[in-house]
């Protein structure tokens, strides 16, 4: 395997070390894709959703619960409880 230039480790480790950030960011994305999907789209997207809440460290008993309630405004509201605690 070729070795990383310095840039590309750079990028690399300014990824990880936002990666709660970008979580939150495209977690927001998923909230307003969310209230747009419909049927299957809306199944795909709550399993995205949930591995994006897993990545941030949100109690599987609470993704489960938001998953079979299937309301983004509560996940609107966790988002919200997210973005103040970062």
Do not use: C, F, H
């Amino acid at each position: 395997m070729a070795e990383r230039t310095r840039y590309q480790e750079k990028v690399i480790r300014n990824y990880y070390q936002n990666q709660d950030a970008i979580l939150l960011q495209r977690l927001g994305e998923q909230v307003t894709n969310l209230y747009l999907a419909e049927g299957k789209a809306r199944q795909k997207l709550w399993k995205t959703i949930s591995v994006s809440l897993e990545k941030l460290k949100v109690p599987a008993s609470r993704i489960s619960q938001l998953v079979k309630q299937d309301d983004a405004a509560l996940l609107a509201k966790l988002l919200e409880e997210l973005l103040a605690k970062s």
